[in-house]
């Protein structure tokens, strides 16, 4: 029987992003979820160059009437591999080209990893942090600041597969544009969450909710209706649906028990080659011929999504966006 029935303070949370038309939605939940406390964003080269991600996530901030979250620009490209961005999804502009007015709003003068070093340890309470990006800054804040393990509540990150890729037949974008970055942030030695392909392709919100968002008077409900017709599928012209993406990862925080994991151990392959960039994801119930032979190796262990609850995260998703003000003040 529960004895605490006190309200929970909001969870402390800081997104890595390359915003991104699934970015921008999972940073629209994060100002508007009463349950979170969105403390910083830090922005990545990935969907589009970092500069122009740096642009989306403030006019994001911005439409949403969000208070003034601190916002850095990092790593413009990945650790070893070149820029790789996918503009074929997101539009030139990496925000689905809408015509968005360019913010008033400017970055902080510190570079991302700086900003997450000052903002973890600076928080009364451990911080979880969310990337919906390649690994980049998080691997290098992890390889400069190490000490920053201490006051990091869980990572749930949006990368990898189970079973599918998308990049590549085996390997999802995030993880493969930076697999290097991707193994450094597995084995921080913190509790972590894989948010991967498996459940993301489908946590869908319908077209006539969609219709609805975009419909709104209020501009950061109508921004993520106009993000999530943009993104598709498209099942019905008039009519468009929408995945939720990244903000799935954010729905996972804010909500766990929406979630299905399994703690399992995962690799990434690093290897030049059809599996670079793969999360290898240890499922057998029993030790193999490879351990029997000496194959042994230390895995870290993840909680891997492997089910959703597509109506919850859904219906959490629009209570939010929909929420008359939301946490946002002007
Ligand atoms: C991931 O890649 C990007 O296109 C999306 O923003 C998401 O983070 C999906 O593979
Ligand atoms: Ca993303």
């Known amino acids: 029987m529960p004895t605490d029935q006190r309200p929970r303070p909001p969870v402390p949370v800081i997104i890595d992003c390359d915003t991104g038309i699934d970015d921008a939605l999972a940073l629209l939940l994060a100002v508007r979820h009463p349950g979170l406390d969105l403390r910083a964003v830090t922005c990545v080269a990935g969907n589009t160059d970092v500069d122009g991600v740096v ?3 403030l006019t994001v901030l911005e439409q949403a009437g969000a208070p003034r979250i601190p916002v850095a620009r990092g790593a413009g490209r990945p650790l070893i591999e070149g820029v790789r961005t996918a503009r074929h999804v997101h539009g030139h502009d990496g925000m689905g080209d809408l015509g968005l007015p360019a913010p008033a709003r400017t970055p902080a003068d ?17 911080v979880t942090l969310i990337p919906t990006a390649p690994a980049t800054n998080i691997a290098l804040l992890l390889r400069t600041h190490p000490e920053v393990t201490r006051n990091i509540e869980r990572i749930v990150f949006m990368g990898g597969a189970v079973a599918t890729g998308n990049a590549t037949p085996v390997a999802e974008f995030n993880v493969w544009h930076d697999p290097e970055a ?13 948010y991967g ?100 190796r230390e895995q870290p262990l993840v909680d891997v999504a492997l089910d959703v609850d597509v109506a919850r995260y859904v219906d959490l998703y629009l209570t939010a966006v929909e929420r008359p003000g939301g946490r946002a003040t002007m």
């Open 197 to 296: 392909l498996d459940v993301f392709q489908r946590v869908i919100v319908p077209g006539p909710d969609v219709r609805r968002l975009r419909a709104s008077t209020e501009p950061g409900t109508r921004l993520a209706g106009e993000l999530l017709a943009h993104r598709g599928p498209v099942t019905d012209e008039a009519d468009p649906g929408g995945g939720l993406g990244d903000a799935g990862a954010v729905c996972a925080v804010a909500d766990p028990e929406g979630l299905t994991t399994h703690r399992l151990p995962v690799e990434v392959s690093l290897a030049p080659g059809p599996t670079r960039g793969q999360t290898v994801v240890d499922r057998r119930a029993r030790p193999g011929e490879s351990e029997l032979h000496g194959g042994t």
């Open 110 to 126: 510190v570079d991302a990893v700086t900003l997450l070093r000052r903002e973890i340890l600076a928080s009364p309470r451990p």
């Open 182 to 194: 991707t193994a450094i942030m597995l084995t921080a030695g913190v509790p972590i969450t894989m």
């Open 55 to 57: 642009r989306n996530t």
